[in-house]
C-alpha cells in the first residue's frame, strides 16, 4: 500500500483544513487508517483514527471536537476535517494504514505511512 497524503498548508487561528490520504493498491478498504502528527522538535503523536468499516473513530484528547476523520473506500481515501486550528496544531502530519483492527492509537502498529504534509496554523 502507498499513501499520497495532501491538503496541507497556511490558516490562521480558527480556520479550517482538510486532509486528504489516497492509498493505491485493491486492499485499502482492509485497512484500518490513521492521521499521527509531528510538531516541530516534538516527538510523533496521535491524532485521530477510523476503523477498515469505518465504524468506528478514535481521537487524541488535544482534537476531540474538532477534527473529524471518514474514509471512502470507493475513492480509497481517508479524510481529516479541522476545524478551530489552534496555533499549537501546527506539525506535519501523516496518514498510516495498518493491518491491526485495534491498538489504532499506537504508531507501532501501522505498517504503511504517507510522506506527510505540512500544516501551519498562525495566530
Known amino acids: 500500500v502507498q499513501l499520497q497524503a495532501s491538503g496541507g498548508g497556511l490558516v490562521q487561528a480558527g480556520g479550517s483544513l482538510r486532509l486528504s490520504c489516497t492509498a493505491s493498491?485493491?486492499?485499502?478498504?482492509?485497512?484500518?487508517m490513521g492521521w499521527f502528527r509531528q510538531p516541530p522538535e516534538k516527538e510523533r503523536e496521535f491524532v485521530a483514527a477510523?476503523?477498515?468499516?469505518?465504524?468506528?473513530?478514535y481521537y487524541g484528547d488535544s482534537v476531540k471536537g474538532r477534527f473529524t476523520i471518514s474514509r471512502d473506500s470507493a475513492k480509497n481515501t481517508v479524510y481529516l476535517q479541522m476545524n478551530s486550528l489552534k496555533p499549537e496544531d501546527t506539525a506535519v502530519y501523516y496518514c498510516?494504514?495498518?493491518?491491526?483492527?485495534?491498538?489504532?492509537?499506537?504508531?507501532?502498529?501501522?505498517?504503511?505511512w504517507g510522506q506527510g504534509t505540512l500544516v501551519t496554523v498562525s495566530s
Open positions: 493498491g485493491r486492499t485499502f478498504s482492509s485497512y484500518g
Open positions: 477510523i476503523s477498515w468499516s469505518g465504524g468506528s473513530t
Open positions: 498510516a494504514a495498518a493491518g491491526l483492527a485495534y491498538g489504532l492509537d499506537y504508531s507501532s502498529n501501522y505498517d504503511y
